[in-house]
């Protein structure tokens, strides 16, 4: 699966955070430590979320753009 992600220099290094997922951000000195972390934080989400959702009825729908 992808995931659009917004990438940002700061003073310390880069931020990354994932428009898709509210929440799931994360950081790093170099770009390549910034997106090795947020993949990380994307699993951890994804986790997370399945959790939440265990033992519900799940649906998904399609929106034409």
């Given at each position: 699966?992808?995931y ?17 997922l509210?929440?799931?951000w994360?950081?790093?000195t ?36």
């Open positions: 699966m992808k659009k992600i917004a990438l940002r220099e700061s003073e310390e290094g880069f931020s990354v955070s994932v428009p898709g509210p929440g799931c994360s950081q790093g170099t770009k390549e430590e910034a997106l090795d972390n947020i993949t990380d934080a994307i699993r951890e989400y994804l986790a997370v979320v399945d959790g939440l959702t265990e033992g519900a009825e799940i649906h998904e729908i399609e929106l034409a753009v």
